[in-house]
């Protein structure tokens, strides 16, 4: 499991995260949703090792990783799409790709890619092509594919649809739930919960820095006043 125990986070002196907890088993899809605000990215960045906390425990299959830079917390297995599909627009796809997969020996790099290609097919006709190039919905499918190569066994994507088409977030939703399918666990932080609900099996719910409610997403999805009620609530 990969396990937030009693979180708690400061960014500019302000509390952001008010001793949160939260499990992703793997394998399976979690959800946590929430208003902008709320602390859902902040959650994101402390686990990814890009934010200083103040208390808590992050562990990965036992491991602690508090406090590790943000590579060595990629290396302990969980890997980040972080919101805004950022991809390095000079190179091509595919050395974007080779990029990411700079912590693998020289010599699995290409069959990593030619694997990671498989779950995202789209992009073997793009792999020529600038960053720069790409649309919305393409940028997002080598940011996927960049977390990917890292082989984790967590994956945190953050606001997976951010103003993507309808058509492109119902795909990345089918290669979500593929990579589950394939072992590994999922935290999908959304605020477009229809989205994050019909794909994830646990969901979790934050306002204002602290874990509302946590529980099935078929449970969620069955009271939707929580739902309501949290978008409405003040931010953090």
């Known amino acids: 499991?990969?396990?937030?125990?009693?979180?708690?986070l400061q960014r500019g002196g302000k509390p952001v995260l008010h001793g949160i907890d939260l499990a992703v088993a793997p394998g399976t899809?979690?959800?946590?949703?929430?208003?902008?605000?709320?602390?859902?990215?902040?959650?994101?960045?402390?686990?990814?090792?890009?934010?200083?906390?103040?208390?808590?425990q992050v562990?990965?299959?036992?491991?602690?990783?508090?406090?590790?830079?943000?590579?060595a917390v990629r290396a302990a297995g969980v890997a980040v799409v972080p919101e805004g599909h950022r991809v390095l627009g000079e190179l091509s796809v595919l050395d974007n790709l080779r990029v990411a997969a700079g912590g693998l020996p020289a010599t699995?790099?290409?069959?990593?890619?030619?694997?990671?290609?498989?779950?995202?097919?789209?992009l073997r006709g793009k792999l020529a092509d600038p960053g720069r190039s790409l649309s919305g919905g393409q940028k997002q499918m080598v940011c996927v594919a960049q977390a990917l190569l890292a082989r984790p066994r967590y994956l945190l994507i953050d606001e997976l649809?951010?103003?993507?088409?309808?058509v492109v977030v119902k795909r990345l939703a089918e290669i979500v739930q593929e990579v589950a399918r394939q072992g590994v666990g999922v935290l999908l932080i959304e605020q477009f919960t229809t989205l994050a609900l019909s794909v994830s099996s646990q969901a979790n719910v934050l306002v204002r820095g602290r874990m509302a409610w946590s529980g099935t997403s078929r449970a969620l999805l069955a009271?939707?006043?929580?739902?309501?009620s949290s978008y409405l609530a003040p931010t953090a």
């Not at 499991?1 to 979180?7: F, G, P, Q, V």
């Not at 009271?223 to 309501?228: E, G, N």
């Open 1 to 8: 499991m990969l396990t937030i125990e009693n979180l708690v």
């Open 29 to 56: 899809v979690t959800a946590l949703v929430g208003a902008n605000g709320a602390g859902k990215s902040s959650t994101v960045m402390a686990v990814a090792g890009a934010l200083p906390v103040q208390s808590g």
């Open 59 to 71: 562990l990965a299959d036992g491991l602690p990783l508090l406090r590790l830079r943000p590579e």
């Open 108 to 122: 699995e790099v290409a069959g990593a890619i030619d694997a990671v290609l498989q779950t995202l097919p789209e």
């Open 161 to 166: 649809s951010l103003g993507l088409s309808p």
């Open 223 to 228: 009271q939707p006043d929580i739902l309501h």
